[in-house]
């Protein structure tokens, strides 16, 4: 789940499905934006770490996503910016693992992952397109629970 530029990436074609336009400026024209703001790379590498952890159980694996995300996305960032995202992310990613992501994996059934759904809208012919970070079950009261996680 790490942010690539391969072909073969889930973004990669998520993004062809998602925003046609976006692709053809990325992989088609390879245009790339200069920088990244810090917030947007602290959030994807958290996401990706806390995906990860969520399908493979491995805090080990969690933070390694989620520090070569942030590793890619070196070229994008100021030293300064680069610097203080490395440091901080790590730190995120292990407090989210420790208060959170433990209880959920004891609590909770993880149903889906970062996962497309495509919504019809009763009544109507339109249907909204959604990516929750996670779609969980309580393992005692059945109940479902869309989860949706917040970094700024």
Known sequence: MIRSESSACFH???????????FYIRYLKG????????PLVQGGAFHEGTAVFYLTK?????LKTAQEYVEECKPEMTSEDYEE???????????WIERFGKRDLIQYKILQVEQELIVPLPGTSFRI?????????????GYVFILERKTS
């Not at 245009?31 to 810090?38: E, L, V």
């Open 58 to 62: 491995s805090e080990k694996k969690a």
């Open 12 to 22: 990669f074609f998520n993004l062809c499905q998602c925003c046609p336009r976006k």
């Open 129 to 141: 397109t959604i990516r929750p970070d996670a779609i969980i079950q309580d393992k005692d009261s």
């Open 85 to 95: 995202v490395q440091f901080r992310v790590p730190h995120l990613v292990s407090t």
């Open 31 to 38: 245009w790339k934006p200069r920088m990244t703001a810090k």
